[in-house]
């Protein structure tokens, strides 16, 4: 593959030149890496300038980048990645299953929390495993809650002592399996059964069995009263961390050569599993939910694509087929902010990649 055109060059340098007074913008080339689209990226560019919003906004294509920061943000900024934390956490399960600290994910609850196996949910905690928690269709009741209320209801519990028998001791209200409800609470449970196995405190097994591998340094982790770091929310990292993370996954869980993650693992991960909550932009059978990420197909050509989304506008996106990692980052003002974000990196993000 060749390396970028005369005219390519002179655009990426204009690129950087051009970025400093908005912001630091910043496109380079690996020799043989790809081409940004030289058409395509000043236009990516210029939103972004325009979009104060977003912290950063980072691009890597088969070992090209592209880096744009905000004011007062740089590559060692740690930032609240809001419910891309579930997929991290998602990530650890699968380090885990390497570790043999769980079998799998059809593992039932029951075996996560024996303690309330005998109670009267004793059933239904046979019937729920793991992998019901990962695709968040467990199927447990969630008492009227809706995308207004989930969170702030989630977080009162976080920090009250009955948080697990309250979490294992709700009826069912569907079949497991059955149907995607996004439930915060269903995602930290996730969290608690890693906790249960694990030999060391949560938050120190990321550290030392999937961010040091990584290259992934200093993070920040809000737990609840437990000590149980939030397996919904809260995790704070720099945005490079996040590309890691991203080129990980989309490279089937190996990193440098290690496979951090199981590959059947990581590939069910970010395949779609159950359909979820957001309606097909493509193809239907690419849209929809894996292990605590959302599958979904690029505009236009229906790329599969998987990523993972946080409140505000928090993204890792992934397009396998392009070798293309996103991650964008931002001040989290509203549900309206993402939608711009996502908009930024379906229309003009994607697009520069091509």
Same mark, same amino acid.
């Given at each position: 593959?060749?390396?970028?055109?005369?005219?390519?060059?002179?655009?990426?340098?204009?690129?950087?030149?051009?970025?400093l007074?908005?912001g *630091?913008?910043r496109?380079?080339?690996?020799?043989?890496?790809?081409?940004?689209?030289?058409?395509r990226?000043?236009?990516l560019?210029?939103?972004?300038?325009?979009?104060?919003?977003?912290?950063?906004?980072?691009?890597?294509?088969?070992? %090209?980048?592209? &880096?744009?920061?905000?004011?007062?943000?740089t590559?060692?900024?740690?930032?609240?990645?809001?419910?891309?934390?579930k997929?991290v956490?998602?990530?650890?399960?699968?380090?885990a299953?390497?570790?043999?600290?769980?079998?799998?994910v059809?593992?039932?609850?029951?075996?996560?929390?024996p303690?309330?196996?005998?109670?009267?949910?004793?059933?239904?905690? %046979?019937r729920?495993?793991?992998?019901?928690?990962?695709?968040?269709s467990?199927?447990?009741?969630?008492?009227?809650?809706?995308?207004?209320?989930?969170?702030?209801?989630?977080?009162?519990? *976080?920090?009250?002592?009955? *948080?697990?028998?309250?979490?294992l001791?709700r009826?069912?209200?569907?079949?497991?399996?059955?149907?995607?409800?996004?439930?915060?609470?269903?995602a930290?449970?996730?969290?608690?059964? *890693?906790s249960r196995r694990?030999? =060391?405190?949560?938050? &120190?097994?990321?550290?030392?069995?999937?961010?040091?591998?990584?290259?992934?340094?200093?993070?920040?982790?809000?737990?609840?009263?437990?000590?149980? #770091?939030?397996?919904?929310?809260?995790?704070?990292?720099p945005?490079p961390?996040?590309?890691r993370?991203?080129?990980?996954?989309?490279?089937?869980g190996?990193?440098?050569?290690?496979?951090v993650?199981? %590959?059947?693992?990581?590939?069910?991960?970010?395949?779609?599993?159950? &359909?979820?909550?957001i309606?097909?932009?493509?193809?239907?059978?690419?849209?929809?939910?894996?292990?605590?990420?959302?599958?979904?197909?690029? #505009?236009?050509?229906d790329?599969?694509a998987?990523?993972?989304?946080?409140?505000?506008?928090q993204?890792i996106?992934?397009?396998?087929?392009?070798d293309?990692?996103? =991650?964008?980052?931002?001040?989290?003002?509203?549900?309206?902010?993402a939608?711009?974000?996502?908009?930024?990196?379906?229309?003009f993000?994607?697009?520069?990649?091509?």
């Amino acid at each position: 593959m060749q390396g970028p055109t005369s005219r390519t060059r002179r655009a990426l340098a204009i690129v950087v030149a051009g970025g400093l007074a908005h912001g *630091l913008v910043r496109a380079q080339a690996a020799p043989t890496g790809p081409a940004w689209n030289a058409d395509r990226l000043p236009l990516l560019i210029t939103q972004l300038r325009s979009s104060p919003h977003i912290r950063a906004f980072l691009m890597d294509r088969g070992g %090209r980048a592209f &880096e744009h920061y905000g004011p007062k943000t740089t590559s060692t900024t740690r930032l609240n990645i809001a419910s891309v934390t579930k997929s991290v956490v998602a990530v650890l399960v699968g380090v885990a299953i390497a570790r043999g600290l769980i079998e799998g994910v059809d593992e039932p609850l029951a075996a996560f929390f024996p303690e309330h196996a005998q109670g009267p949910n004793a059933a239904t905690l %046979r019937r729920v495993t793991l992998r019901h928690l990962l695709t968040l269709s467990p199927g447990f009741d969630h008492k009227g809650l809706d995308a207004n209320t989930d969170y702030p209801d989630f977080l009162q519990r *976080l920090y009250a002592p009955e *948080l697990v028998a309250y979490a294992l001791g709700r009826p069912l209200a569907q079949e497991p399996g059955s149907r995607f409800y996004y439930s915060n609470i269903d995602a930290h449970l996730v969290a608690l059964a *890693l906790s249960r196995r694990v030999k =060391v405190p949560l938050a &120190e097994f990321a550290r030392d069995e999937l961010f040091r591998p990584l290259g992934i340094g200093a993070f920040e982790w809000m737990t609840g009263q437990d000590g149980v #770091p939030n397996g919904a929310s809260e995790l704070r990292l720099p945005a490079p961390d996040l590309l890691r993370i991203g080129q990980m996954m989309g490279d089937g869980g190996q990193w440098r050569g290690r496979q951090v993650v199981p %590959r059947s693992f990581a590939q069910e991960a970010v395949s779609r599993m159950v &359909e979820a909550d957001i309606a097909p932009r493509g193809r239907k059978d690419l849209w929809g939910y894996g292990y605590l990420w959302r599958t979904a197909s690029t #505009p236009g050509d229906d790329l599969p694509a998987f990523y993972a989304a946080g409140y505000g506008g928090q993204f890792i996106y992934v397009v396998p087929a392009l070798d293309l990692v996103i =991650v964008a980052l931002t001040d989290q003002v509203s549900r309206e902010v993402a939608g711009r974000t996502a908009l930024i990196i379906r229309d003009f993000a994607v697009p520069a990649a091509r």
